[in-house]
């Protein structure tokens, strides 16, 4: 387990079709596997987000370990089997933390719920390595968007988020053109940028803020004249400084 300073954060969007198939490592999860540090690293799975759902904690289990991972263990936050102390016992002890995929707002109301989102602060700080897949990363940036009545859309409002990571950022969202990103820099303070990361791509996120894009161009969008602009995309290999 990493006693150290924090590490780089890992927003992940989930695999596209040139991700490869088969047995054939994900090489976006070996770069999370790698920055731990150490030969087949333990990961605590949080599934706050979807429940606990057994059949995507098992698939997410089998592509973490391909990749290189020795333990993959679920902390149980969610549902009958929730399990506080022992979801305590897991995320103090892995050298990194999979926040999966689901209902970002489910997710922080369970966070909450489980008095969990101070451990998860100080697990970073002291140098536990964090990734997030799907709604997980965006739980990791500092806020995310919802709706008072799903049919006004004046009624939009950010709520908080985790924060490891302080900026925004969408996943898989450009089918849609990232609508929710959209709508999240119109209630988000002047100047924001948000960070639209596309299946099979990553942003990295240093502690001192800093992203870079892995895999694939990150989206980039930001507040103009009153519009959402879209901005000069995040390259694989360029830095934002």
Known sequence: MNALSPAPLFLLAGRSKSTPKGNRPDPLLQQVIEQCGKAHPCIAYLGSANGDNRDFFRMISLLLKNAGAGDV?????????ADVRRAQDVLNNADAV????????????????????RLLRARYD????????SAGS????????????????????????????????????????????????????????????PSGACLCVTPN?????????????????GKVTRIPDLEPGAKNY
Request: one cysteine or more; glycine letters at 12%; aromatic letters at 6%.
């Open 138 to 197: 965006i739980m990791l940036c500092r806020q995310w968007v919802r709706w008072r009545d799903a049919n006004d859309d004046s009624t939009a409002e950010a709520f908080p988020c985790l924060g490891l990571a302080p900026l925004l950022c969408d996943t898989h969202g450009e089918a849609e053109h990232w609508e929710e990103l959209r709508a999240l820099l119109r209630v988000a303070p002047p100047g924001a940028v948000g960070y639209g990361i």
């Open 73 to 81: 263990l679920l902390a149980p936050t969610a549902g009958a089997k």
């Open 209 to 225: 803020g800093r992203p870079s894009a892995m895999g694939e161009p990150v989206h980039r969008f930001t507040m103009h004249e």
């Open 98 to 117: 999979l926040v999966s995929g689901g209902d970002v707002q489910e997710g922080m109301r369970v966070l909450g719920e489980r008095d969990l989102t």
């Open 126 to 133: 002291h140098g536990a390595v964090f990734a997030g897949l």
